[in-house]
Nanobody
């Protein structure tokens, strides 16, 4: 089993920044992809960004390209999501998730392990 714990969410004004962290523990895999998703009330969970555990490949949703950056620190078994230029539409619960394989995916159903989520609220 892999346990994932997100942190770093909070309330921020439009144009502000937050950095989310996803700490992995348990049976950690050195070659697994990790993704960030968000879910707003009444909406489906949506892909935000993903990274291979080596960090060599990343992928972003069009809505966050140029504003969000995903990165990882293997020594700390932690994946980060730096969110800049935040907009009200970024308001959601943010989840990190890990796959059991190397390849990045944008589909929530292809991720086996999930964190509990952290709330991000962007006020205008």
């Amino acid at each position: 089993q892999v346990q994932l714990v997100e942190s770093g969410g909070g309330l921020v004004q439009v144009g502000g920044s937050l950095r989310l962290s996803c700490a992995a523990s348990g049976r950690t895999f050195s070659s697994n992809a990790v993704g960030w998703f968000h879910q707003a009330p009444g909406k489906e969970r949506e892909f935000v960004a993903a990274i291979t555990w080596t960090g060599r490949s990343t992928y972003y949703a069009d809505s966050v390209k140029g504003r969000f950056t995903i990165s990882r620190d293997n020594a700390k078994s932690t994946v980060y999501l730096q969110m800049n230029s935040l907009k009200p539409e970024d308001t959601a619960v943010y989840y990190c998730a890990a796959r059991s394989v190397v390849m990045i995916s944008t589909k929530p159903s292809e991720y086996s392990y999930w964190g509990q989520g952290t709330q991000v609220t962007v006020s205008s």
